[in-house]
């Protein structure tokens, strides 16, 4: 038997049709389980962050934003939408440091990728291992910031391997794009240095994925643009951290 908050949402679903009127988060509200719904935000000041990006030259208003404490939160919400009979368009946003709209979703959902971890320190989602066959790596929360990510290596004397110029931007991020530096041309890309990930299917499939396993989903979601998969987790290669650098230039 349909719930009765499906059936609901139905209705709602297609009075807004006939109306020619956008879906929007009431009609959501409707049937989103108390679990979800209670991280979901619609109010004018969070719609309004949520429309523009670094770029500003795309502006897009979503329905609400998503804002997940784990990766099990953003599962819940990609079923639910899945198997809904509303199709909702969900975009997951990190830093917005986008330029052209990626990261913006007209009457859909962002999925704010910034608020996983919740209340937990700020950098518990940074891992160093250093007794790996690969070699040392930090397995990193796609939320964490480059910045923080470096400083929780270079205290056991490793940095990655490639990172951007600008480091206050989220891993997920630079990971769903490139991520090219000026060490690009040493050390390649930034995805071009990742070991594996955990992903979040359009289904709603938590999935582990890395060269040897399932290698079609990790490379098309590295440098994909969120259009495969939502990236919760990267084990990122490490390297000693050098003891000095030098700098010159010429006028």
């Not at 619609?42 to 429309?51: C, F």
Request: charged share 10%; aromatic share 8%.
């Amino acid at each position: 038997m349909e719930s009765p908050n499906l059936f609901l949402l139905i209705i709602f679903t297609c009075f807004l049709f006939l109306q020619n009127a956008p879906f929007s988060a009431v009609a959501l509200s409707l049937a989103l389980p108390k679990t979800l719904l209670d991280k979901l935000k619609n109010d004018p000041l969070t719609i309004s962050l949520a429309s523009k990006d670094y770029g500003l030259m795309v502006q897009e208003n979503p329905s609400g934003v998503f804002f997940p404490l784990t990766g099990h939160d953003v599962v819940g919400l990609i079923r639910f939408m899945y198997t809904s009979p509303v199709p909702l368009h969900i975009a997951a946003r990190g830093q917005g440091h986008c330029v052209r709209g990626q990261a913006l979703v007209e009457n859909g959902l962002v999925v704010n990728m910034t608020s996983l971890g919740g209340f937990r320190q700020k950098t518990s989602r940074i891992v160093v291992s250093t007794t790996s066959p690969l070699g040392p790596y930090a397995d990193v929360g796609a939320e964490q910031l480059w910045i923080d990510v470096l400083h929780a290596t270079t205290q056991k004397g490793l940095s990655p391997v490639s990172w951007t110029d600008y480091l206050h931007i989220t891993v997920g991020g630079t990971l769903s794009n490139a991520g090219i530096s000026g060490q690009t041309f040493r050390f390649g890309p930034q995805i071009n240095n990742v070991h594996e990930l955990d992903v979040i299917t359009g289904r709603g499939e938590l999935l582990t994925c890395s060269p040897t396993n399932n290698p079609e989903l990790f490379y098309s979601v590295l440098g994909g643009l969120g259009q495969f998969g939502i990236i919760t987790r990267a084990r990122i290669a490490l390297a000693p951290t050098p003891t000095r650098v030098s700098l010159s230039f010429s006028l």
